[in-house]
């Protein structure tokens, strides 16, 4: 059984950078797609990006294009979010997931990825 364990999270100020990590245990397989999701109180649960783990087609929300980078660590089994720029709006739990189906495509969808971390709080003051 794959367990998924974020870790990374944290309280930083406005403007400033932090870096999750997602380390998957157990058995997995090249065609996993990684994702990363996120949600604040109040809210539902959104995309932020995902990593195609074979090939490492990237794919990320508006709202984070151009300041988050997902990458993927193959021989650790590791998949990273280096997020900079943080804003308030940020401020959220971040949650890795695995979609274990190959797809063609990446899927921003949470409701396809069946596997789930525990989350890690992000917290961006003001």
């Known amino acids: 059984q794959v367990q998924l364990v974020e870790s990374g999270g944290g309280l930083v100020q406005a403007g400033g950078s932090l870096r999750l990590s997602c380390a998957a245990s157990?058995?997995?397989?090249?065609?996993?797609?990684m994702g990363w999701f996120r949600q604040a109180p109040g809210k539902e649960r959104e995309f932020v990006s995902a990593?195609?783990?074979?090939?490492?087609?990237?794919y990320y929300a508006d709202s984070v294009k151009g300041r988050f980078t997902i990458s993927r660590d193959n021989a650790k089994n590791t998949v990273h979010l280096q997020m900079n720029s943080l804003k308030p709006e940020d401020t959220a739990v971040y949650y890795c997931?695995?979609?274990?189906?190959?797809?063609?495509?990446?899927?921003?969808?949470?409701?396809?990825?069946?596997?789930w971390g525990q989350g890690t709080q992000v917290t961006v003051s003001s």
């Open positions: 157990g058995r997995t397989s090249s065609s996993y797609t």
């Open positions: 997931a695995a979609r274990t189906v190959y797809d063609l495509l990446v899927s921003t969808t949470a409701a396809r990825y069946d596997l």
């Open positions: 990593v195609k783990w074979s090939v490492g087609t990237t």
